[in-house]
């Protein structure tokens, strides 16, 4: 999927300030892992934001989706994660999400053309040479977003250098709390050369 | 037959989505796992969850545990 470089680096700075903000007010904001419920808390207490997460009676299985962010007209927004899922996922999903509720914007990322949109993503979404419209690109952003917080460049690059670059893949996604799948896209030579002009 | 499908999920999504905009619900994003699965299976997915939402199958949401503020 191709994505505008003014994008990314509009996320990644929605990323940095959300991070100044968690190491403020989050004990422990240094820590390698951050807190998801900590960073819920400060869009709570310190941005100003209306968000109810839920759990779905769903189990998420094998389903295609593993949570759902929603906007609504009078500014607040709903986020639900599926059932059963493992610890790590479920912390990365509601990253996801939350981050959803930081880029909101109401002339580019909304959609309420369903169909249309899970159309275009799942036709677009991992496809490098895709290029989609911007509801689309925005689901990617706050991925990228959810990724820089929880585990951001320089500590990718880090540890990269310091394993000579053979990280160990299961030891990163245990330090840091993500779903090693994660890890080791976001730690690939393909991601790192993308994200090294950005950041 | 695909075809047929594909406007079953389309009216379906529709629907959900006409409850949604009643809601006041202005904007739906999903977080897409990685698979390959088809485009049937996974707006068959959106489909389901979506349905959960709009009937009110939910709790709210247990804390991931993953805290460090004292309480």
Known sequence: ?199 | MAMVNDMNAKDRLQALEAQLRERGVVDVKFFFNRSNKALSGVMADVANALDAVVSGRFDNAKPLGDSVRAV
């Not at chain 1, 929605?14 to 991070?19: G, P, T």
């Not at chain 1, 912390?91 to 990322?109: A, G, N, P």
């Open chain 1, 1 to 199: 999927m191709y994505l505008q470089d003014d994008d990314v680096k509009h996320c990644l700075e929605i990323a940095r300030e959300m991070v100044d903000v968690y190491q403020r007010y989050a004990l422990m904001g240094k820590a390698s892992m951050r807190s998801v419920d900590d960073m819920e808390w400060c869009f709570r207490e310190y941005l100003g934001k209306t968000v109810v997460v839920r759990d779905l009676q769903l189990e998420a299985g094998d389903s295609d989706i593993r949570g759902l962010f929603l906007a609504l007209a009078d500014g607040s927004y709903e986020i639900y994660l599926l059932g059963d899922m493992g610890d790590r996922e479920r912390r990365f999903v509601k990253c996801k999400e939350l981050f959803h509720v930081l880029l909101d914007d109401e002339t580019k990322s909304r959609n309420m053309d369903i169909f249309g949109h899970v159309q275009e993503a799942a036709t677009c979404f991992f496809k490098a040479e895709s290029n989609p419209t911007s509801p689309v690109v925005w689901e990617a952003l706050a991925e990228i977003a959810a990724m820089e917080f929880l585990l951001p460049f320089a500590d990718r690059k880090a540890i990269i250098s310091s394993s000579g670059g053979n990280p160990d893949y299961e030891a990163v996604s245990a330090r840091y709390g993500i779903p090693q799948l994660f890890v080791e896209e976001y730690l690939s030579p393909h991601y790192m050369a993308e994200f090294e002009n950005l950041v």
